[in-house]
Structure formats: C-alpha cells, structure tokens
C-alpha cells in the first residue's frame, strides 16, 4: 500500500537524517550486535500471561525501574512496553486495566539509566498530541538520555480506545496515512533551521513551528509495531525497527516456517524506498535448566489460566491485522507472547538461532516471572547466546 499524500504534503523534501547515520549514535553501537536483545516491560496488570499463578511481575514503576536497570546490567540494548485506554475494569480477571502510561514511564527512566535505549510507545492519532508536543517532549528526552530515547508509533485498533477520546475508529488504511502527515511534520521540526507552517488533512495545524534544541542524533530513534500491508509501507519510509509477530500464530515449529518470507516483506518494503529496517520480535521465554522443568512450569500456568481477561479480549473489538493468525483454540495461549520459547537454556538458544536464521533481526523478550527469570536468563541463557554467536 502507498501512503498517500494530501495536498501541501511535505513529502519530496530531502531524506530526514537517522540515528544509524551517525557511527557513535546509541543505536549504531546495538546494531553491531548480531541480535539485538530487548525487554517487554510489564507495565500492565498481569503482565503478558493470562494466569493466576503466583508470581513477582508487576505492573508499578519500583518493580519495571529495576527491571530495566537490571537488564541495563546485563546488556540489554532496549526496554520498551505497551500503550492502552481501556474502560473500568481493563479486559477482566488478570488484565483488570490497571497501566502505567508508557511514555511518562519510560521519560522517568531517562535519568536512572545510562546506555540502554529507551523506546515510549505511543499513539499519536489519540485526544490532544500535536507535532510540535511530540518533537519538543522527543528532543527533550533525547538530550536528556544522549540519544537512546525513541517513539514505537502506534495508531491504534481497539474501537473503544477511539470512542474514549470521543470519535468513532478511524478506517484502518487512513490512520497509517494521518499518522505518516503526523511523523513527516515532527521530523522537519526536529531537522528545520527556520519556522515553518503546515495544512493538511489532520485536524491539527502548524504556524510558523520550531523546535530546538535539535536531537543529537538526526532525530529519536523510530519504531513501529505492525503487520498489515499499510502498516509495512509506513514502517517501510519511517522507522529504524520494525516491531513483527509471528504471522502464522505463537507456536515456535510454525512460526519458523512463515516468519522468512514475512520477515523478507518488511525488509524490502524499505528497501523499496532506499532504506533498510531491522525487525523485532517478541518470544515469551518460558526456560529452566532441563527441559521437563520448563514445560511443567508452562503446564501450571496452563492450569491456572485466567478465564475472564480472553472474554474481554474477544468482546473489545479490534481491527488488528498482525495477529489474524492466532488460533483462539491454541491450549498454550494463556502463556502470552508474538512466539512461546520453551525449554532448557540450549533449547533456548537454539530456537533463537532459528528466529535470527529466519530473519529476525532482534529480541524482545517477556517472562512469566520477570524478576527471577530475567535472573536466570542472565546467569545461564546469555552466555549460551555469546557462544552461539548472537550477542558479543
């Protein structure tokens, strides 16, 4: 799909500079890892597994603080987490609504941390953000942080986000080119030596807009989580990651077989337009030190899988094309995860080894427990992953 442009578009002007055009840019240095390693924060209830087994993860910022600061220890090159605005009550059961925003989380994090990037998803077609907001509020922390802050555009896909800010869903195809009008004017704000103006079809105007001080780096680094055919066209021209699922559902065996060829489509929808992205995706890594271990522990979460939050889920519509290929019937689903990474440390690795083989180019990882599990991964998963050639 083609973004399409209204009239007065600033589309034609010079390619905006990125932080991969500067060697020393905090995202330069990750890329020269051979698989880029993140953390899926839990800042929501629940976390990312729909059970009611006990555990540590928790949705308040001292327990994501120290996760991050934590997986900063270990190498960790980014932490990023979810946006959502749902009614009283959230989904049900586990996923009970209660949610830090991400962007203020991760603006908090900006002065506890030192090297690792920190990426606020956003959606920037909801209630009052502006251009000029999000390229002052960006330019900001990317001073504040050197560099290593970064927006995950989002658009949006449940109806009832939309109607909280007071207007029906947008079409699906139209949000991606709002938001490209969108990103296009925060970006010549961020790169512009002079005020500018700009009318188009959003319902926002600019007159006479600056911004400084400029971002260090070109401008913040830009991601995008998506997998329809106009969100890989927008992530394509704009991003510096792509954040991907699996198309053909969380079962490891058959997300091997279609993430290549989904993988290859991301990557030349840039190429189309002279750029080149790297994709992200999101194993929820269920590993203890043998195998029967790991799956024991996947089939206790099992058992006590929450029934309620999958009702809610199924009842809050969404138009959502990434995850079309999710089996509602799968019996491992309430574990969470784009993919589910089961097993012995060596199994763990070895699956990863096939995902960075099928063209993923990075690793965003969630945990049933984080806070002991984050532990184990790095005491015995990451060195495997040095060994095998996927981190340095």
Not at 178 to 192: G, H, I, K, P, T
Not at 236 to 250: C, E, K, L, N, Q
Not at 265 to 288: E, S
Not at 350 to 373: C, H, I, M, P, Y
Request: hydrophobic fraction near 40%; glycine fraction near 10%; proline fraction near 6%.
């Amino acid at each position: 799909m083609s973004i399409q442009h209204p009239p007065g578009s600033i589309v034609g002007l010079p390619k905006f500079a990125a932080p991969t055009d500067f060697p020393d840019s905090p995202l330069s240095q990750a890329l020269k890892q051979p698989v880029l390693l993140g953390l899926f924060l839990p800042i929501q209830a629940g976390g990312w597994t729909q059970s009611t087994l006990e555990r540590s993860t928790d949705w308040r910022f001292d327990y994501n603080k120290a996760l991050t600061l934590r997986a900063e220890e270990l190498g960790f090159d980014l932490v990023f987490a979810l946006s959502q605005w749902l009614p009283k009550g959230g989904y049900g059961g586990v996923f009970d609504g209660h949610a830090l925003d991400s962007f203020v989380s991760t603006a908090a994090l900006a002065g506890l941390t030192k090297k690792i990037m920190l990426i606020s998803t956003m959606h920037v077609l909801y209630g009052p953000w502006h251009p000029l907001h999000l390229a002052k509020f960006g330019a900001t922390l990317d001073h504040i942080t050197g560099g290593r802050w970064g927006i995950n555009v989002v658009t949006g896909h449940r109806a009832v986000e939309h109607e909280m800010f007071g207007w029906p869903r947008i079409e699906h195809d139209k949000r991606y080119e709002l938001a490209a009008e969108f990103l296009e004017v925060v970006q010549r704000l961020w790169s512009d030596s002079e005020n500018f103006s700009f009318e188009g079809e959003s319902s926002w105007k600019l007159g006479g807009g600056f911004v400084t001080p400029k971002p260090n780096f070109g401008r913040p680094i830009l991601v995008n989580a998506t997998g329809s055919d106009a969100g890989i066209a927008f992530a394509g021209r704009y991003s510096d990651i792509v954040f991907i699922t699996s198309p053909t559902g969380a079962d490891i065996d058959s997300a091997l077989e279609s993430l290549p060829a989904h993988t290859k489509r991301v990557k030349d929808a840039a190429i189309g337009v002279g750029r080149t992205v790297r994709t992200l995706l999101n194993p929820m890594v269920i590993c203890r030190p043998t195998e029967k271990e790991a799956w024991e522990l996947a089939d206790r979460i099992v058992a006590h899988a929450d029934q309620r939050s999958p009702q809610g889920f199924q009842s809050l519509n969404s138009d959502a094309q990434a995850w079309k290929g999710r089996d509602p019937q799968d019996p491992y689903r309430a574990i969470g995860g784009n993919i589910r990474v089961i097993g012995s440390p060596e199994q763990v690795v070895d699956q990863f080894v096939k995902l960075k083989e099928a063209g993923v180019d990075g690793l965003q990882l969630s945990f049933f427990d984080f806070r002991d599990d984050l532990e184990f991964f790095g005491s015995d998963v990451l060195p495997l992953m040095k060994q095998a050639g996927l981190r340095h």
